[in-house]
């Protein structure tokens, strides 16, 4: 398990470290070697829009690859075998792990990784999509701390059960106000998300009642990791 923790910030170190792809979200892109003679960010100069989306469209599917993972883990994790308690510590990790990436990737424009510093990330022209992925990546990275520590029953009050159900709602309200620069109307792009934030409601409440016992099925993990393993799907196969 140590060797697995260790890999995974290993990737992340990577990736953080990967030169970000000279394109601003969803519109014109800076270049990074400019950066130096502009001074500004605002000033830089703009390449073509297809690095945007096609970089946006990676983005999205390696999540859905990420939640595909979680899903079917977790749901393998619920089966009553002592061989399998390695899964059962694994996929929190994931959650934690995609959270970390979505931070340092979203945005290759903006800190850590691109040509803006972290205050210039708050005023350049895709801030409020900066500001939306951090905080839908943080809240990722805590349903991962939540999840890993109920597997470790060490959150054993009745009341956490509503805790993460609510990480799992405000993640699903964060997908549906969620609007690209590139994409402020109700086209593709965003119709997918108000979709994924719909079911992410559903999924939430589903978890939500598995968790205070409403609904009883016969496996550990419950039904929400298939939900989650369709979403992940969805995703995945995002275009623009």
Sequence with gaps: MKALIGAILVVLCMVGRVEPVSVWAGEAAPASEHLSQSGSVA???SSTSEDGKRYSIFMHGAAGVFLVAIGLLAF???FKHPGLAWVRNLWPFLWVALGLFLFIRSDPEAWPVGPAGFWESFTIPTAHEVIQHKILSFIVVLIGVFELLMAKRALLHPGWAYF??????AAALALIVHRHLGHPHMDL???QHVSWGIQSLLLATVRLLEDIK???WNHNAGIWTLFLAVLGMQIAIYTE
Excluded: E, Y
């Excluded at 993460?164 to 709602?169: A, D, K």
């Design 43 to 45: 000033d830089l100069p």
């Design 214 to 216: 409403v609904l009883r």
């Design 76 to 78: 393998v994790g619920g």
């Design 164 to 169: 993460l159900p609510t990480l799992w709602f």
């Design 189 to 191: 792009a965003n119709m």
